[in-house]
T-cell receptor, first 114, second 114 residues
Framework: GENVEQHPSTLSVQEGDSAVIKCTYS??????FPWYKQELGKGPQLIID?????GEKKDQRIAVTLNKTAKHFSLHITETQPEDSAVYFC?????????????FGSGTRLSIRP | NAGVTQTPKFQVLKTGQSMTLQCAQD?????MSWYRQDPGMGLRLIHY???????DQGEVPNGYNVSRSTTEDFPLRLLSAAPSQTSVYFC?????????????FGPGTRLTVT
C-alpha cells in the first residue's frame, strides 16, 4: 500500500521568508496530492492540490511542485505571515479509487517568528 | 450552511465506558469518514461510508462501530473505551466517494480515556 513520509516535523521561519515542506510517496499509481492546513483547535482544511499530469500549481503565496519520477512533492509558502502558523499535512491517493485510500503524512508544525 | 459539525468537543471517559461521537453534514455529501489524529502519526482512517446504509472499515477499525441511516449523519460508537483510544477524532465528508475530491473536516472531538 501507499506510504507517505513528510519532512520536517517542525519548521520555524522568520516572517517574510519562505517555507518549504517536502513529502515522498511510495505508490507509483498515486495521482492526486492534496495539502491540508490545520489551525489550532480546528479540523484540517484543503489549501491546494495537484494532480499527476501537472508539475507545478500556484495559488497566490502558495505553490506545490510534483516530481513523479522521484515520487516527491513539496509545498512552498512565500512571504510568510503570522497566519501561516499551523500544522500542514500532505497526502497521496490513487485519484480514481475510493477516497478511503488516501494516506496522510505525519504533519509539519510551521511557526512564523515575528 | 454549517458544513461538518461534531459533538461533543471534549469528552473524558473511564475505561470500559461506551459513548457515541456525533457527526453531521448539511452539504448532501455521499462520502463520510472518521479519522483519529495522534501526535506524529497524521490522520488514520477508522471507518467510512459511501452512502446511506453502506459502511466499511478503514485502517484502524478495532473498538469502533459506525452506522449511516441517513445521508446527513454518521455517528461513531466506542464500545468499551480503552486508554489507547485517547485521541482527537475528526469526521470528514466529500461529495463523491472518488479519491480526487476535497474532504471537508469537522472541528474535532478531543477524547481522553482514563
Amino acid at each position: 500500500g501507499e506510504n507517505v513520509e513528510q519532512h520536517p516535523s517542525t519548521l520555524s521561519v522568520q516572517e517574510g521568508d519562505s517555507a518549504v515542506i517536502k513529502c515522498t510517496y511510495s505508490d507509483s499509481a498515486s495521482n492526486y496530492f492534496p495539502w491540508y492546513k490545520q489551525e489550532l483547535g480546528k479540523g484540517p482544511q484543503l489549501i491546494i492540490d495537484i494532480r499527476s499530469n501537472v508539475g507545478e500549481k500556484k495559488d497566490q503565496r502558495i505553490a506545490v511542485t510534483l516530481n513523479k519520477t522521484a515520487k516527491h512533492f513539496s509545498l512552498h509558502i512565500t512571504e510568510t505571515q503570522p497566519e501561516d502558523s499551523a500544522v500542514y499535512f500532505c497526502a497521496a491517493i490513487p485519484g480514481y479509487s475510493s477516497a478511503s485510500k488516501i494516506i496522510f503524512g505525519s504533519g509539519t508544525r510551521l511557526s512564523i517568528r515575528p | 450552511n454549517a458544513g461538518v459539525t461534531q459533538t461533543p468537543k471534549f469528552q473524558v471517559l473511564k475505561t470500559g465506558q461506551s459513548m457515541t461521537l456525533q457527526c453531521a453534514q448539511d452539504m448532501n455529501h455521499e462520502y463520510m469518514s472518521w479519522y483519529r489524529q495522534d501526535p506524529g502519526m497524521g490522520l488514520r482512517l477508522i471507518h467510512y461510508s459511501v452512502g446511506a446504509g453502506i459502511t466499511d472499515q478503514g485502517e484502524v477499525p478495532n473498538g469502533y462501530n459506525v452506522s449511516r441511516s441517513t445521508t446527513e449523519d454518521f455517528p461513531l460508537r466506542l464500545l468499551s473505551a480503552a486508554p489507547s483510544q485517547t485521541s482527537v477524532y475528526f469526521c470528514a465528508s466529500s461529495y463523491s466517494p472518488e479519491g480526487g475530491h476535497e474532504q471537508y473536516f469537522g472541528p474535532g472531538t478531543r477524547l481522553t480515556v482514563t
